[in-house]
């Protein structure tokens, strides 16, 4: 089995929390900006109905993994 250093765990960590800090920044203009203002409202819509969805699924399921 092969053994990973501590230092290239931590290079690895920290370079997955600059991208996730940082890809949000790029994509979000270049979304807006193809998508427009009314695009934008149709996704926040649609992404709230299946918010909705998402939690009436999720109903009970927290009792399940208790048991």
């Known amino acids: ?14 370079l997955y929390q600059v991208l996730t800090l940082l890809i949000p920044f790029i994509t979000a203009p270049y ?5 427009g203002a009314d695009g934008i409202g149709i996704y926040s819509y649609t992404n709230s109905i299946q918010l909705y969805f998402s939690m009436f699924a999720a109903l009970g399921t927290y009792s399940y993994r208790n048991s």
């Open 1 to 14: 089995m092969k053994t990973t250093s501590i230092k290239k765990n931590i290079l690895l960590s920290t």
């Open 31 to 35: 979304v807006s900006r193809v998508l």
